[in-house]
């Protein structure tokens, strides 16, 4: 039985050790935003940043990201499209400000890469920064800023569920008390904002980060051939794409 629990265990640490390894090296994942901020930044011509987006969307695809891919594939096509309604016919929204529409737009191949980036498990940044002799402080609030986002999204999502099942979301209340149901909202999204801070803070502390020796992560990941392909391929696109846009 022994030997029987022990290949258990063995099998649940490799299935874990995929789960957590699998996507590109937090190493290439690194490079890839640095090069879509780099692109953003320097190009002369703002309105050619839609090559960058295809960029990371193909970056997002042949990292099998699938479900990353058609959310931002869908962001970027209304992004896009209320755009090009805006530049060819004059369409305006009451709502958002083209402003608003033209910036998201043109940062699309930021928040395309660094959502992936974000995303990515705790422990192999650490370890990428521990290895790069990143200082304690700088890890630590790049990864309590890197881990906001995606709580957060989390805890909107369990802050949806709650006022639908108490149906403060139905079409009548939402009319008839619109300041409850934003009290009722912003309140606890407000606490769960300082909670969630020093969560984070917490749990970076307690992996290790404070501690005066090389960190390392739970989860083997090598960098591979197709790592340093990806490396290769997007360096030489957003260069490629510098020179010839132009940088200004």
């Known amino acids: 039985m022994y030997s029987g629990e022990r290949a258990l265990s063995g099998a649940v640490r490799t299935e874990n050790s995929a789960v957590h390894t699998r996507g590109f090296h937090a190493a290439v994942k690194v490079l890839v935003v640095f090069c879509a901020i780099l692109g953003v930044s320097l190009t002369a011509d703002i309105n050619r940043t839609w090559v960058l987006s295809l960029m990371g969307l193909a970056y997002l695809l042949f990292q099998r990201s699938w479900k990353q891919f058609i959310n931002w594939l869908v962001f970027y096509g209304l992004l896009s499209g209320f755009w090009f309604l805006n530049l060819r016919y004059g369409f305006h929204t009451k709502i958002i400000s083209e402003f608003y529409i033209y910036t998201f737009w043109w940062l699309a191949p930021v928040f395309i890469v660094s959502w992936d980036l974000m995303t990515s498990p705790p422990g192999n940044l650490i370890a990428l920064f521990s290895r790069l002799r990143v200082p304690s402080p700088v890890i630590l609030g790049t990864l309590v800023i890197f881990r906001f986002f995606p709580t957060m999204r989390t805890e909107l999502r369990s802050l949806g569920e709650s006022l639908r099942n108490r149906g403060m979301l139905e079409p009548g209340n939402l009319l008839r008390h619109p300041l409850a149901v934003f009290e009722y909202t912003l309140v606890p999204l407000l606490l769960r904002c300082l909670q969630i801070a020093d969560q984070l803070s917490v749990s970076a502390i307690s992996r290790g980060i404070e501690a005066p020796v090389k960190r390392e992560s739970y989860y083997e990941q ?21 020179l010839y846009w132009g940088i200004g």
């Open 222 to 242: 090598k960098m591979k051939g197709r790592d340093y392909l990806c490396m290769a391929a997007a360096g030489t696109g957003t260069l490629f794409f510098l």
